[in-house]
């Protein structure tokens, strides 16, 4: 009875953990915060139940650093509050702290691992379901920009909808090497995933985001280029899926070459023009004022030059640490302050103007150290060759999106953040568990 009870107690842990994890995911379809709570739930369960795990995450040194960082951002915070007479709060400021809670939320990913293929699958079931009643089907093919999925602009959308199409596709990938006829789960990638695919595309040509569409023109080839090689089952397989892939792409610009060159050509050209202007040796400052007084310069690509400008000029006065939270008061000191932004629709902006390059150079460290953790997970045969490349390529993908928007303080992106350090620490301890004497390398979603 005390063992049935057990039993019972320890399934019912599992499936809320799992729960807990799809409304993180879910922050690809829904744009809210509630991904952060169930980030908090996860944390919580993982420190109170799991704590072997928690050993090997005490020997490992990015554990130790994503800790140290969160600590320092916290802390830094809490201190610029404190002296400050404004009470400098910032924006968006708890993203930085977030690092702190990536070696538990592996703990608690590690936990549910038997179970991610069944929740993995739900998820992209519920994906398809929303995508088919949300998309604006007559509204895209008359042109006009639209807002996918249920989030509250265009390029959010757009973001969730590049990192859904990454995914879907892996998750077909996978279940391919693995076998389709081997679960019905893999029956049921089969069946949806190019559909998902094809209705993401679909939603990110209508969102009219220039970003997005450079990003996954960038990270298209390197998918086909994934899909030819590392296929195990069938050679021919993966070209067809590559070649299928490219296809949709190239008929869908061709279709389309109008609309885009409208959107994007005039943004294109001025970027072209002042990439020459500053390779030729003219002045960056100099160059960029001269955008921005340009009439010639679109309104959107104006209004982002400004945002940099200012950034730049916050990142300047203060290039080692940066301003901390105090920077969203010294905002309205700079040049172009009636710009009427604070989101600096650059990632790395928003990093050197807080942080500075210290900060810059930490999370390089940490970002690199998560990719060298996955690969060497991968390299061991402990995850999927699928899992692995959706990971890298994930990442690219982001880190160009984020050239040209804040998307890292988006509910996408601080979710795909916590996704991304969360499976780091997962394969750090799939890793040393397999180390252990008594313990063998188990089979799950990503073997």
Avoid at 59 to 83: E, I, K, P, Q
Wanted: aromatic content about 14%.
């Amino acid at each position: 009875m005390v063992k049935t009870g057990i039993r019972t107690r320890v399934h019912g842990t599992m499936a809320a953990m799992c729960f807990l994890w799809a409304v993180i995911l879910s922050a690809a379809l829904v744009e809210s915060d509630a991904y952060r709570y169930a980030m908090l739930l996860l944390a919580a369960l993982g420190s109170a139940a799991f704590r072997r795990e928690l050993a090997f995450v005490r020997v490992n040194w990015l554990a130790w650093l994503c800790m140290g960082w969160g600590l320092y951002a916290f802390t830094r915070f809490v201190w610029l509050l404190a002296m400050t007479p404004l009470h400098d709060k910032g924006s968006s400021e708890w993203l930085y702290v977030f690092p702190m809670f990536f070696p538990i939320l592996g703990v608690a990913l590690y936990q549910v691992r038997h179970r991610l293929a069944e929740t993995i699958s739900i998820f992209f079931i519920v994906t398809l379901m929303c995508l088919l009643v949300t998309t604006q089907y007559r509204t895209i093919i008359t042109g006009v920009n639209v807002t996918p999925l249920l989030h509250k602009n265009q390029i959010h959308g757009a973001v969730a909808c590049g990192f859904l199409t990454i995914g879907a596709f892996y998750w077909l990938m996978y279940w391919i090497s693995r076998g389709i006829n081997a679960s019905w789960m893999g029956k049921v990638a089969c069946a949806i995933s190019p559909l998902i695919q094809i209705l993401c595309l679909f939603n990110i040509f209508g969102s009219k985001s220039k970003g997005v569409w450079l990003a996954m023109a960038l990270a298209i080839p390197l998918i086909a280029i994934s899909a030819m090689t590392h296929i195990r089952v069938s050679r021919r397989v993966g070209v067809a899926l590559a070649g299928g892939f490219v296809a949709v792409m190239v008929i869908g610009v061709s279709v389309s070459r109008d609309n885009m060159w409208h959107t994007a050509g005039p943004t294109a050209v001025s970027a072209i023009d002042i990439v020459e202007d500053i390779a030729t040796g003219e002045a960056v400052g100099q160059r960029l004022t001269e955008a921005i007084r340009s009439p010639d310069v679109p309104f959107s690509m104006n209004a982002r030059l400004q945002i940099w400008s200012n950034a730049w000029e916050l990142f300047s006065a203060a290039p080692w640490v940066g301003h901390g939270n105090s920077w969203i008061r010294l905002w309205d000191q700079t040049q172009y302050a009636s710009v009427g932004f604070t989101l600096m629709h650059n990632a790395y902006l928003e990093i050197l103007v807080r942080h500075g390059l210290f900060g810059l150079v930490v999370f390089d460290i940490i970002l690199i150290g998560f990719l060298n953790q996955v690969r060497a997970c991968y390299r061991r045969g402990l995850i999927s060759r699928s899992a692995w490349t959706c990971y890298w390529i994930s990442i690219f993908y982001f880190l160009v999106t984020i050239g040209s928007n804040s998307n890292n303080r988006l509910a996408i992106g601080e979710a795909f953040f916590v996704l991304t350090g969360a499976f780091a620490f997962f394969c750090a301890i799939k890793m040393q568990t397999a180390q252990q004497p008594s313990q063998t390398a188990e089979p799950t979603l990503v073997n």
